[in-house]
């Protein structure tokens, strides 16, 4: 970190602690030429994910939006709301972490099917039919039995 006193490149941390809102950490620092204090911030770096839908148009990532359509897809069924948060979070972590800034929304569909083929089988393919816009019964079932040959 370079000094704004004498512009020399080195200095040591004295003290770091988060900042009120948690977002930040802030630093003491010791210039090594000078000895004069200055403090630093320091910040998580993110970007915002963009997800490109099926059209090519892009919109943000919304989490909410993943979210409800989990929430949809488990209706009357007996899964927290504390794992279907679970799942959103772990897929946009993926995300983040994949230094991709698009994102495909198709990408984004199977990661959700890939998560609650693992949670609830039902819950899988309501979100599966909704997902591959299966238009007659003969989609459905190739679904249940790709399902079912995989639990064998």
């Not at 090594?32 to 998580?44: D, N």
């Not at 983040?96 to 984004?108: A, D, G, T, Y």
Request: hydrophobic share 30%; with cysteine.
């Amino acid at each position: 970190m370079r000094c704004p006193y004498c512009n020399y490149e080195e200095s040591r941390v004295i003290d770091s602690r988060p900042t009120d809102d948690g977002e930040k950490i802030k630093r003491r620092r010791e210039c090594l030429k000078c000895s004069k204090r200055f403090t630093t911030y320091e910040i998580i770096e993110t970007f915002p994910l963009v997800v490109v839908k099926k059209d090519k148009s892009r919109e943000a990532f919304d989490r909410n939006k993943l979210l409800t359509g989990l929430l949809k897809a488990c209706e009357k069924r007996s899964i927290p709301l504390s794992e279907l948060e679970k799942i959103v979070d772990n897929i946009e972590v993926t995300f983040q972490n994949s230094f991709e800034k698009e994102i495909s929304s198709q990408l984004i569909g199977e990661y959700v099917m890939d998560s609650l083929k693992n949670v609830d089988k039902v819950a899988y393919i309501r979100f599966a039919s909704v997902y591959r816009q299966f238009d007659d019964v003969d989609h459905f079932m190739h679904e249940l039995k790709n399902l079912l040959k995989e639990k064998q």
